[in-house]
């Protein structure tokens, strides 16, 4: 089992950057498919970014792609999100997710089992 912490969550304005951080504790952490997700106020819980388990292959929403990128480093334990270029439909709160030896490239907020507290990010016009 896996604990997930987010941080780096706060208030920007459009076009600033903001990195947000996921530490792992609990598992074999390189084993561990992991992605994040946001979910903006009354809406569903969307996909943004995720990071496959041993290839490191990566996926990314098409309204994030090449402004966000998702980065990890196992020795660590951490999960990284850059996010550049913000935009005030990126108002939500992130969530780190993972899944042990999830070897297929999803989208599904169910495939993942384990699931941070989330961090608010907020960017004004």
């Known amino acids: 089992q896996v604990q997930l912490v987010e941080s780096g969550g706060g208030l920007v304005q459009a076009g600033d950057s903001l990195r947000l951080s996921c530490a792992a504790s609990?598992?074999?952490?390189?084993?561990?498919?992991v992605a994040w997700f946001r979910q903006a106020p009354g809406k569903d819980r969307e996909f943004v970014a995720s990071s496959r388990w041993g290839d490191g292959l990566t996926d990314y929403a098409d309204s994030v792609k090449g402004r966000f990128t998702i980065s990890r480093d196992n020795a660590k334990y951490s999960v990284y999100l850059q996010m550049n270029s913000l935009k005030p439909e990126d108002t939500a709160v992130y969530y780190c997710?993972?899944?042990?030896?999830?070897?297929?490239?999803?989208?599904?907020?169910?495939?993942?089992?384990?699931w941070g507290q989330g961090t608010k990010v907020t960017v004004s016009s």
């Open positions: 997710v993972a899944s042990r030896l999830l070897y297929e490239t999803t989208r599904d907020p169910e495939k993942f089992t384990y």
């Open positions: 609990g598992g074999a952490f390189n084993t561990y498919t």
